[in-house]
């Protein structure tokens, strides 16, 4: 299914004016929720929280929509991907992408701060077409974040959390000679027991490929996530990607489900496909995380 691009031209704006309202209404709704039951601020990476007061587990994959919530202080969490996969048509060359064995590893730093390094363990793109092929392999860019939840990592119907990032450039075949970075606004709301709402948005600086300067990159995300069961989850998503510097605009419906093994265990699966002919046309991933 193709959309024309002018339909999603003024979406970025709009969802920009829709997160802040949304979220400055959160503000004030949740200034009247009751106060955390237990006082968690004397932990710390070293003085790690009882795993009686620890909260229930909170992933920033699979979806493209970040979490607000973040790990407790003194505990670990491992995020990772089994593979993703990505097909693509242009001018008549098909790309396929595979990353294998992404990780985000995070470490809670404090009770309401968590430290998170990513990066791919091996990554492949392969380009057909015109009787021309070309093969890229090796390591991309190595991604380091600072989450920090501002309200409602405890309680309440809302969640907002601040996430700046700099993205390290490793010079590998499929990897940057050149830093990158951005802050991404992760906001949860809590719909029903079995509903939740999920926005976000991320502004990136990244390197102009066909310059030495750079390019301003945002992204809106909105994923709807449901508790079929205690175990099985299930989500879907709208994901916009705009380029300030004059790129074309992409947009991707994706969904998903999750399946927790226990309450510091859960597998993921899901399916990515493109709604514009400017965005890649399938993508499919699976993975696992877990905290201790």
């Avoid at 003024?10 to 955390?36: H, N, R, T, V, Y």
């Avoid at 069961?229 to 605009?249: F, N, R, S, W």
């Amino acid at each position: 299914m193709t959309i024309p691009r002018s339909l999603f031209s003024c979406l970025p704006g709009l969802s920009l004016a829709l997160f802040a309202a949304l979220a400055g209404s959160a503000a004030a709704q949740d200034k009247s929720a009751p106060a955390p039951i237990q006082d968690k601020t004397q932990y710390h990476l070293f003085n790690p929280t009882p795993v009686a007061l620890m909260r229930e587990m909170s992933t920033d994959r699979p979806d493209t929509t970040e979490s607000p919530y973040t790990v407790d202080a003194g505990h670990f969490q491992v995020e990772m991907s089994f593979f993703d996969y990505e097909r693509s048509f242009d001018s008549g060359m098909r790309t396929e992408a595979w990353s294998f064995g992404q990780m985000n590893l995070k470490a809670g730093l404090f009770d309401n701060t968590d430290l998170q390094l990513i990066f791919d363990a091996y990554d492949t793109v392969r380009t057909t077409g015109q009787g021309i092929t070309t093969s890229l392999s090796g390591f991309t860019d190595i991604t380091v974040r600072l989450k920090t939840n501002l309200w409602g990592n405890e309680s309440g119907t809302t969640a907002l959390a601040l996430m700046p990032y700099v993205g390290i450039p490793t010079r590998a075949n499929l990897g940057s000679d050149r830093w990158a970075g951005g802050l991404i606004v992760p906001l949860g709301v809590k719909l029903t027991d079995r509903l939740s709402l999920g926005l976000m948005i991320e502004a990136d600086l990244v390197p102009d490929a066909n310059t030495s300067g750079y390019d301003l990159a945002w992204v809106h995300t909105a994923t709807l996530g449901v508790e079929l069961t205690k175990q099985l989850g299930a989500y879907v998503e709208l994901v916009g990607i705009a380029d300030a510097g004059g790129g074309p605009y992409q947009a991707l419906f994706d969904a998903g489900l999750t399946f927790g093994i226990t309450d510091n265990l859960v597998f993921d699966a899901g399916i990515r496909v493109g709604l514009n002919n400017d965005t890649p046309e399938f993508g499919t991933f699976t993975g696992m995380s877990f905290r201790f």
